[in-house]
């Protein structure tokens, strides 16, 4: 098991060892930086707890051949996350490479935006809009399942287009209280017959009704069902919720450790991409050189009124924050008509926001404003 989780060696240790000392607790924490394998990690302990035989990564039981394609029925995956470029990058290999390896990358990253649509997560709702697209998009996605061959035209634009569509109708920012109940209420009550698993992507941004009522299900969780909260903050994930879990690092890599992956896992070029985060954003086609356009914007208005009164909802997506405060900080590098010590300040500004963001949760949307009457003012 774990063979799929390269260059975590720690992590990987410890929890083959728990789990095959059977004493792996029922809620447990992943914490560590983006592209860092957590969910990777979080899927393969649920395969290893639910095999019918040895947990080795080759089992051909059907609990293990269920999860490979992320169809096992009793995993349930929520949490706000940024899922095209993955999906994206994983049709682009597929086209270039008709292999196995790369037919179930594709697979299992549709996979993940599809299981956000599970109907536990959304009864009772009203319906989203943009879900129409989802009955073809399963079904062009069925014609990849093995042991169907790779061969002849393969719907993966079509694929593509209608993730793109379908991802649009989920709702943004923090993981929204009436999602939390309803997988706690069918943890509880639905009879499985099998072992359950509930993964949240960052954890850390629940809304704080969503965080007072996974609280009451971390205190005991029912016998069978394990959680797994993952999160690249682990600062901002709040103290009584931290003291019920079991927490594992996940290491940040190398740059010849991800060079490693990059050109073992995605056949990239040696030194094409300065890492897996630069790789994925990428193919982030949605948004095609916003950031620099923000970037710029946010400099050139320093005089004026705060620009971005209107995008609130836009900085409460963590990556979006992320790559913003990348941006403005190479083009404040590449501004060499401001000063060398006006420069510096800038940078010691955007680190400081970034620095807050991920200790203290503060919100995205004020820091940025924050920043930016921060920058226009006298050093």
């Known amino acids: 098991m774990f063979e799929n989780i390269l260059h975590q060696k720690k992590a990987v240790e410890l929890l083959t060892s728990e789990i095959a000392g059977k004493v792996l607790p029922a809620s447990i924490l992943f914490h560590g930086p983006h592209y860092s ?36 029925p009793w995993l349930m995956l929520a949490g706000p996350k940024p899922l095209l470029p993955e999906i994206e990058a994983a049709a682009e290999l597929l086209k270039r490479y008709r292999t196995e390896p790369r037919r179930f990358f594709l697979l299992r990253s549709v996979r993940k935006l599809l299981k956000r649509f599970d109907s536990v997560l959304w009864e009772g709702e009203s319906k989203l809009k943009g879900t129409s697209a989802l009955e073809g998009l399963q079904e062009d996605l069925e014609t ?23 991802a ?23 009879s499985a017959g099998a072992p359950k698993f509930v993964i949240f992507e960052n954890a850390d941004r629940m809304q ?39 927490p594992f690092a996940f ?8 060079q490693d992956i990059l050109a073992g896992l995605f056949q990239a070029e040696k030194g094409a991409w300065s890492g897996l985060e630069d790789y994925f954003q990428a193919f982030d086609t949605q948004k095609p050189g916003l950031f620099a356009q923000l970037a710029e914007t946010f400099l050139s208005e320093l005089g004026g009124p705060y620009p971005f009164e209107e995008q609130s909802r836009f900085w409460g997506e963590e990556e979006n924050f992320i790559h913003f405060l990348r941006a403005l900080a190479e083009r ?48």
């Open 168 to 190: 649009g109708a989920l709702p943004s920012g923090g993981m929204p209280i009436h999602q939390v109940r309803k997988l706690s209420a069918w943890a509880r009550t639905t």
């Open 144 to 166: 990849l399942y093995p042991p169907s061959p790779l061969e002849g035209e393969l719907p993966l634009d079509r694929i593509v287009e209608a993730c793109r569509t379908v």
């Open 251 to 258: 290491a940040g890599r190398t740059k010849e450790e991800e």
């Open 37 to 72: 394998a957590k969910l990777t990690a979080a899927l393969e302990t649920a395969r290893a707890l639910s095999c019918l035989k040895d947990g080795s990564w080759s089992c051909t039981c059907s609990h293990c051949r269920s999860h490979r394609t992320l169809d096992y």
């Open 332 to 379: 404040v590098a590449a501004d060499e008509q401001r000063p060398l010590r006006e420069r510096e300040r800038l940078f010691r500004l955007v680190h400081d926001a970034k620095v807050r963001r991920e200790t203290y949760n503060q919100s995205a949307s004020l820091l940025i404003e924050t920043l930016f009457y921060q920058c226009r003012s006298s050093p």
């Open 208 to 246: 704080e009704g969503a965080r007072n009522a996974l609280l009451k299900i971390l205190e005991e969780p029912p016998a069978g069902t394990w959680f797994f909260l993952l999160t690249s903050q682990k600062g901002a994930v709040i103290p009584t919720i931290q003291s019920r879990l079991r």
